[in-house]
Each structure stands twice: as structure tokens, then as C-alpha cells.
């Protein structure tokens, strides 16, 4: 049984309740951040934080950010909870209104905050070491991906769907291009050991593991180009990977049944990893 948080209040899971007027039920009007733990401490809590405030800037939920008290809640659902590794999910809502509404509530009615941890094996990975295979689909989403909103129907057909197709994940087209996973960003690496991802803009997350790999990929002397690539340009590819908060980095084996390289995870990808982990494991808090 987990202790979780909602609005002020630490209670075991099964007693956690939330309004069936709060407008992240009825209109996916909420933003959330997935923060890793390791050894019984947050990875790159304040890019998390940072992100949720641009986040609900971007909707107008009247959220003001305290960086030191969310800092506390999400180490006291850690000690709460005997968290050694997984993740910690936070979600703020506009809150719940009187009734159902298009209309925004008025200013007076609080957002509603709820956290929660999953415990999870982020090191030691299956997936990690066999890699994935991903299938593409449509990249139907509406056009602003930069925000981390609750509104993830899309990206759980599409994840259903490449399962039935035997994958382990989808990959998303846009005007023939690959924009992102369907809970993660995408990369390939070339015949020069270029990374290759595409450049920050709307259609796309801004992933805050994306932002810490290609500071790692500057460490190894890797060159990085952040350009859109087709699925036609990646089954070609040396390599290919996905990253996120509770993946770090996995490599991609097979794009829509064609292997990519020998089939197996490369070194770059297997390295990024491990560089990764290490960097963050010193720099948690």
C-alpha cells in the first residue's frame, strides 16, 4: 500500500480521491513530469520542475511553482514509501469547478496537485540490453507536443497497437518525418557516428533525458544534428535509440520489421547509457 500525495494531504492510496469535476478528468486539462529515482534520489529534479512551470504557463493554470516544497513532497513519498529506484509521477490540474465546463473556473478555485510513486528497476534493464522494435504510425496528436499535458490517449492506442504488430513501442510521422516516440524522443546514429534527432519545436517533447544525452554525446566528441529524419532514413541507420525520465536510453533494433545494424544494441547507444547513469547517479538529490 503507497502513501500518495493530493492537494496538501499524505494518505494511503486507496483513500486518494479527486473530484469528478476536476477538469483533468473531463477535458485532460492538467500537465504532469515523471522524475527517476536512483539510490533513493531525484535525477534532473529541477529541469523537471523548470518544465512544469513552463507547462502551465503555456495553459494558464494558475499553479505559482514552489521549487523547495515540491523539492520536500517528493523526498518525503521517497522516505514514505522506502523508494530506492523507480519514479515519481506529478500531476497539476485546473482543478475542479462546480460543474462541467468548457469555460475556465474562476480564478478562485485551486489547482489540483497529486503525486504518487512507481517502483521500478531503471538500471538493470531487460530492454536495455536486448533493445526495441518500434512500428510507425501517424503522428495524429494535436500540434502541442512541447507540453507535457495529461492528454496521452493517442500515444496508448498507438503503444496498444504496435504490441499487436509484435513491437515493443511506436515511432510518430509527420509530413513523412519521424517526430518522436510514443513517450519518448527518437535518434538515429549514421555511417560517421552522427547522432541525428529532430531540432525542438511543438511536434515534439521537449525531454529533459533528450537535453542531458546530447550533453553526454558533447563528452564523448560525438557530432549531433537536430534534424527531422524519415523511417526510410532510419531502417539505414547504424544505429537508434530512445530516451526518457524512465528509460534513460534504450537502443532500437528493428524499425517496422527492418533491422536496424546487426539487429542487436550498438555501442553508442549502449554507452550513452552508461555515461548517463553515472553523470546522474553523482549529481542526485
Request: net charge negative.
Amino acid at each position: 500500500m503507497r502513501t500518495v500525495y493530493v492537494n496538501g494531504n499524505y494518505v494511503p492510496e486507496n483513500e486518494a480521491s479527486v473530484s469528478i469535476f476536476d477538469r483533468a478528468f473531463l477535458f485532460a486539462d492538467g500537465v504532469y513530469e515523471v522524475t527517476s529515482v536512483l539510490d533513493g534520489k531525484l535525477i534532473d529534479f529541477h529541469g523537471h520542475i523548470a518544465r512544469l512551470e513552463r507547462s502551465l504557463k503555456e495553459l494558464g493554470i494558475n499553479y505559482p511553482v514552489d521549487k523547495d516544497a515540491l523539492l520536500e513532497i517528493h523526498r518525503e513519498l521517497i522516505r514514505k514509501n522506502d523508494l530506492v529506484e523507480g519514479m515519481i509521477y506529478l500531476q497539476v490540474s485546473r482543478g475542479a469547478a462546480a460543474d462541467r465546463d468548457f469555460m475556465f473556473p474562476s480564478a478562485d478555485v485551486k489547482p489540483t496537485i497529486v503525486l504518487f510513486t512507481q517502483s521500478k528497476s531503471l538500471v538493470k534493464s531487460p530492454a536495455a540490453e536486448r533493445g526495441l522494435k518500434v512500428a510507425s504510425f501517424p503522428d495524429q496528436r494535436w500540434r502541442r507536443c512541447d507540453i507535457k499535458t495529461v492528454q496521452l490517449l493517442y500515444s496508448s492506442l498507438v503503444k496498444n497497437e504496435a504490441a499487436k504488430k509484435g513491437a515493443d513501442d511506436a515511432w510518430l510521422v509527420l509530413d513523412g518525418k519521424v517526430t518522436e516516440g510514443s513517450s519518448n524522443n527518437a535518434y538515429i546514429v549514421d555511417e560517421n557516428n552522427t547522432i541525428i534527432t529532430r531540432e525542438l519545436s511543438n511536434d515534439i517533447l521537449h525531454g529533459i533525458t533528450r537535453k542531458a544525452i546530447l550533453q553526454c554525446a558533447a563528452e564523448l566528441d560525438l557530432k549531433v544534428e537536430e534534424r527531422a529524419f524519415s523511417i526510410a532514413e532510419a531502417q539505414k541507420a547504424k544505429e537508434a535509440f530512445i530516451t526518457s525520465a524512465s528509460s534513460f536510453v534504450y537502443p532500437v533494433i528493428e524499425i517496422d520489421g527492418a533491422k536496424i545494424g546487426d539487429g542487436v544494441p550498438g555501442p553508442i547507444a549502449k554507452r550513452l547509457r552508461e555515461i548517463y547513469i553515472e553523470a546522474n547517479r553523482a549529481a542526485a538529490i
